[in-house]
Structure formats: C-alpha cells, structure tokens
C-alpha cells in the first residue's frame, strides 16, 4: 500500500464518529454507488479487503490474504446483506456515506467496528489462480 493510501486510511478511520451518526444507505443508494466499481476498504488504517460490484448484484470479495468469493446482495431491513453461498454464513451490513467514501459496520459486530472505502475504482478485480471468476 501506498504512503497516500496510508494516510487515506488513518484519516478514513478518524472519521468514524461522525460517519456513525449519518443515515444507513438505502439498497437503491448502495447500488448507485458502487455499482460497476471495485471498493478497497480498510480497518484501523490497514487494508482488509476488497469487492468488485457486478450488475445484477452481483459480487466478487477478496479479504487481504483470501480466495475471492463470489456472490450476491440484496436490502434487508435497513441493512446490505451479502450471500456467497457454500455454507459461509449471511453477512448484513449499515453502509454510509461519510463525504463520498464508504463506511460500513457488520450487523454482526457487537463492537461496532467499522470499514472505511480507501479506493474505488472502475478496475476488474484480480483474484489469483485458480479462481476464474464470472
């Protein structure tokens, strides 16, 4: 990562109390935002992940490290929940926008942790072999 991405980050992270107080997106909002794009996101300053947006709500996530994941979301009860299927557990999410930049925190979370948007960008994905991808 990148020092401009670093700082990205660390100031991305430092805006979460204002992020927590703005309203959860709206499944049409979300769509608007990220669809067509791959969103990089960062927890504590540190990159964890990525997701690639493909139409029909479709998605491809990679964690830090992982395999990608394909997928898809839908709006559920004020939240965005992600299905990849094969026995990984639903993932629902309370995104923001904080500013034009992403901010989401897992309904599963009890802490409340936060992920921040450091990147969006219309670029496919890399997954590494030997996924191939949709």
Not at 31 to 59: C, F, N, S, W
Not at 113 to 118: D, G, H, N, Q, R
Request: aromatic content about 12%; hydrophobic content about 35%; overall charge negative.
């Amino acid at each position: 990562m990148t020092g401009r991405m670093h700082a990205m980050a660390a100031a991305l992270v430092l805006a979460a109390c204002p992020a927590m107080a703005e309203d959860a997106m709206s499944g049409a909002e979300f769509g608007a935002y990220v669809g067509g794009h791959t969103v990089t996101y960062a927890h504590d300053g540190r990159i964890y992940g990525m997701e690639q947006y493909l139409p029909d709500r479709k998605v491809i996530w990679r964690q830090i490290g992982g395999d990608c994941q394909e997928g898809v979301w839908y709006e559920s009860g004020g939240q965005i929940c992600f299905d990849y299927g094969d026995g990984i557990p639903l993932q629902c999410w309370q995104f923001v926008n904080e500013g034009g930049r992403l901010g989401a925190r897992a309904d599963s979370d009890p802490q409340g942790t936060w992920l921040y948007e450091v990147q969006r960008s219309q670029e496919p994905m890399q997954c590494p072999a030997p996924y191939l991808g949709t």
